[in-house]
């Protein structure tokens, strides 16, 4: 399998991992020092607060469901002069909209919507 497949199939199992009601799917892809970045919700979770992230998330959709977005290109950047690397990429998320979530409040309709990750 080449590099780029490669790295689809883990952009998939991150998807995937979004969508399971069993946070340890999602908690094992990332190191115990992540900061992962909420850029709808405009807060930066750090490793130990991933888990109730995710939960919250699932909670507000009923056949919660996320999934890569082919029509986005996955940008990848070399690493820098302090050895980091950095990736962005976009899924489509979708379930219904049963809880309310900061500021918008539950529809009880399906919803429909595109994350940027990086």
């Not at 199992?13 to 094992?28: E, G, M, Q």
Request: some cysteine; proline content about 3%.
């Amino acid at each position: 399998m080449d590099g780029n497949n490669l790295f689809k199939d883990l952009l998939a199992v991150t998807a995937r991992a979004w969508k399971s009601r069993d946070p340890r799917a999602l908690l094992s892809l990332f190191a115990l020092d992540t900061t992962m970045t909420d850029h709808d919700a405009h807060i930066h979770n750090p490793s130990a607060f991933l888990e109730r992230h995710q939960e919250h998330w699932n909670g507000f959709h009923e056949d919660f469901e996320v999934y890569l977005d082919d029509k986005y290109p996955v940008y990848w950047t070399d690493v820098d002069r302090a050895g980091n690397e950095y990736c962005s990429f976009r899924t489509v998320n979708r379930g219904v909209f049963l809880n309310d979530v900061g500021r918008r409040e539950a529809t009880g309709l399906p919803s429909k919507y595109s994350s940027v990750t990086g």
